[in-house]
């Protein structure tokens, strides 16, 4: 890629860069950390917004084409192969919407003068939140659990992080994050101190089985010579053993269970555990304020997702027809 206009660049995460020719992706990653989150973006945001841009930059790249001197045709052409690609709408909107403001911070460093994403759009889902959204019923997470293995110290750290999923509605991104700091178990309810979203931090109240499974698979690290401060869950194969498990890996070993149990369906992962835990949380009767709160969400709209599936299964119209086949 070109190095276009030499420019001065702000501080990034305490370092100064002297002036020098600017590359449009270390534009971008200031525009990032300024932007994003009013100017709050985790590490993790950062890393996965440059990692989208690298996907339309190796687009460009096999065209011979300088993404500086991109046109809005350009764009419209990369969002039609991501259609014929079979790529969700949804996903075709994140993905158009970083690419324009990888453009908005190109026009902010003087890089190019207009943004040819602007008004690009990744296309229409008019399928309802809750028909789109995958999760376990009560019967499946029942087998999920009961064909989990209790053998090793890697089955009792899995074991204990799918009931951080499922039970507690935890998002990949928060497991990961979990120290054993996390764990407070002085008085009567223990928790989890989580780091969500934009680092909001709350208490994720444990069920006694689940705080059972931390401690079985805490005291199994103590024997095995694993350190029992700082990251919770870790890696035991060979190669990064003693390492706080990659999110990667996450997504491998639920994968893996669900598999093992003949649950697996495309897009039944890690996420597909958490609306598990919404659903039947709420047809179990909990208070969708109580749920909002347990899962982090900022607005209740978000967690109505839950109550709206629920109630569209338990007050099916057909089942109000009094003929039988």
């Known amino acids: 890629m070109s ?60 065209r011979n084409l300088d993404p500086i001197f991109a046109t809005r045709t350009d764009v419209e052409t990369y969002r039609e192969e991501l259609k014929r690609a079979g790529m969700a709408a ?9 690419v324009r403001r990888f453009y ?17 759009r ?26 989990m293995p209790q053998q090793t110290l890697a089955d009792a750290r899995d074991r204990a992080i799918i009931g951080l999923m499922a039970l507690h509605g935890l998002r990949r991104i928060e497991v990961h994050r979990l120290n054993h700091e996390s764990l407070i178990t002085d008085g009567d309810s223990p928790y989890l101190e989580v780091e969500g979203k934009g680092h909001k931090t709350r208490r994720a109240y444990l069920r006694a089985d689940t705080l059972a499974a931390l401690e079985l698979y805490t005291r199994g690290k103590a024997i095995g010579g694993f350190e029992t401060k700082g990251a919770l869950f870790v890696s035991h194969s060979p190669n990064n053993t003693g ?16 598999s093992a149990a ?26 969708i304020e109580h749920l909002r709160d347990a899962m982090g969400h900022s607005k209740i709209e978000t967690t109505s997702i839950y109550v709206r599936a629920v109630e569209k299964a338990k007050n099916n119209p057909a089942n ?3 003929v039988e086949l």
Request: hydrophobic residues 45%; aromatic residues 6%; glycine residues 8%.
């Open 243 to 258: 390492k706080r498990l990659s999110r990667q890996a996450f997504n491998v070993l639920v994968s893996k269970h669900l």
């Open 320 to 322: 109000f027809i009094g």
């Open 3 to 62: 190095e276009i206009v030499p420019l001065s660049v702000p501080v990034v995460e305490g370092v100064v860069v002297e002036s020098r020719p600017i590359d449009p992706l270390d534009a971008f990653e200031w525009f990032l950390q300024i932007d994003v989150a009013n100017g709050d973006a985790t590490r993790d945001t950062v890393v996965a917004y440059r990692r989208e841009v690298g996907y339309w930059l190796d687009w460009c790249g096999a």
């Open 262 to 287: 003949h649950l697996k369906k495309v897009g039944l992962s890690c996420h597909a555990l958490r609306h598990t835990y919404g659903t039947l949380a709420v047809a179990g009767g909990a208070k």
């Open 122 to 147: 990744g296309g229409k889902d008019l399928t309802a939140a809750e028909d789109k959204m995958k999760a376990l019923s009560h019967g499946g997470l029942a087998a999920l659990v009961a064909m």
């Open 104 to 120: 908005a911070a190109a026009v902010r460093h003087e890089l190019v003068v207009k943004n040819p994403a602007e008004g690009v």
């Open 90 to 98: 949804s996903t075709r909107s994140l993905k158009m919407s970083i």
